[in-house]
């Protein structure tokens, strides 16, 4: 058969005969190099097993690597063994060991999935185990976690029909959606709460990282892993390294923030935050901000440290001084998208800013009618 080629090297398709169905599909096939030999191997039929291009690349580089075996060996592999959900998600793991979110989402794992519909297989799934899963967490009023769950769910799932451990679910797993347009504020008496309750705590660490969550708008994973030679007091600037965005990035060091650093501690001579060892940082110093949120009596549903980034983002843009590219590149988003949560904010002040201006003109000419009328 004729071979075609793809955008995508060493991956070429040919068209044959859909299974079951009147119609053609492509069948792709990787080619690579391997101690010497050429090897030529199926990757997938577009419909039958939902490959395309892209998918067929990241299996050959899978190939080339070693990370998978042979397909042949691959389904009788499935034909043996019983690939519930929590031994499709541990092959999903070491498939993506470099992956930055992974730790967090194996905790959403371990808490959620791991105990119940982690044990099963998903040709013993039905829709009614999905509802009342996202029912138990939504009742919980954890909203945004049972999308993540579900989310999590689906994409294992996917992993293993494109391995070919396992067949496609028979339903479909809806994600619920979320309000992700949220920000958190708070009011000037509770930010003067704030710092009263940072001074007297007793947890200076705690302390120190929710004031520079305030005075920098850094997420609490970029400050945990703060290290001190990423702190540039000299030229003024902060570096955050391998950030949610992706790239390296700096962002300025304000006076603020520059004395806050400058009054902390240095327990460690790596990082910020040392944990119990000083040779890796603290997991996240809950016991301590939890205690100054209650004493500071922060709004319930508050999130301590990423409610201050919203709070510093929020301060900015509605002082009508900051435009939206300048807070986005100090909010280190990847896209003006999530930016633009503020974006009312900063139109408040400019529309309040240009009020002030008729205000200025009419009461000039009231002046003037006075002095005529006086005169």
């Known amino acids: 058969m004729k071979r075609y080629k793809t955008n995508y090297p060493g991956v070429f398709y040919r068209e044959a005969e859909r299974i079951g169905r009147t119609g053609t599909e492509k069948i792709y096939y990787v080619v690579f190099k391997k101690d010497g030999k050429v090897i030529e191997e199926k ?67 371990t808490r959620n999935v791991k105990d119940g519909l982690g044990k099963k297989q998903p040709a013993e799934l039905v829709p009614l185990d999905i509802d009342r899963l996202r ?6 009023g954890k909203i945004t976690t049972a999308a993540r769950v579900l989310e999590l769910i689906r994409r294992t799932i996917n992993f293993g029909v ?7 679910l028979t339903f479909k797993i809806s994600i619920p ?26 947890y200076m660490q705690a302390a120190t990282l929710m004031r520079l969550a305030l005075f920098t708008g850094m997420r609490k994973s ?55 060892d000083r040779k890796k940082p603290a997991r996240d110093l809950r016991k301590g901000v939890d205690a100054i949120r209650k004493a500071a009596k922060l709004p319930k549903g508050f999130r301590p440290i990423h409610g201050l980034r919203h709070v510093f983002a929020s301060t900015l843009a509605s002082s009508g001084k900051v435009d939206m590219y300048t807070l986005q590149k100090l909010l280190t988003h990847k896209s003006p998208h999530m930016t633009q ?14 009020n002030l201006m008729g205000e200025i003109i009419s009461k000039t000419i009231e002046e003037k009618q006075n002095e005529k009328q006086t005169g």
Do not use: C
């Open 135 to 140: 029912l138990s967490l939504q009742k919980a």
């Open 43 to 109: 990757a997938g039929r577009q419909y039958a097993d939902k490959m395309t291009p892209a998918k067929a690349a990241h299996f050959r580089g899978d190939r080339i690597e070693g990370r998978v075996k042979r397909r042949k060996e691959i389904r009788e592999a499935a034909s043996v063994k019983k690939w519930t959900l929590n031994l499709l998600w541990d092959e999903y793991r070491k498939s993506n060991p470099a992956a930055k979110s992974l730790k967090n989402e194996h905790r959403k794992w």
């Open 341 to 354: 949560r503020y974006a009312h904010l900063r139109d408040e002040a400019l529309k309040n800013a240009s």
């Open 177 to 202: 959606q979320q309000n992700n347009q949220t920000t958190e504020d708070l009011s000037t008496g509770e930010i003067t709460r704030l710092l009263k309750a940072l001074d007297e705590s007793p």
């Open 162 to 168: 494109n391995r070919g451990l396992i067949q496609p």
């Open 222 to 276: 970029e400050l945990l892993r703060l290290k001190w030679k990423d702190i540039d007091l000299e030229k003024g600037f902060i570096t955050i390294r391998d950030p949610k965005g992706g790239k390296d990035q700096t962002i300025p060091l304000n006076d603020s923030a520059r004395d806050v650093i400058e009054a902390h501690p240095r327990d460690s001579r790596v990082f910020l935050f040392p944990g119990r």
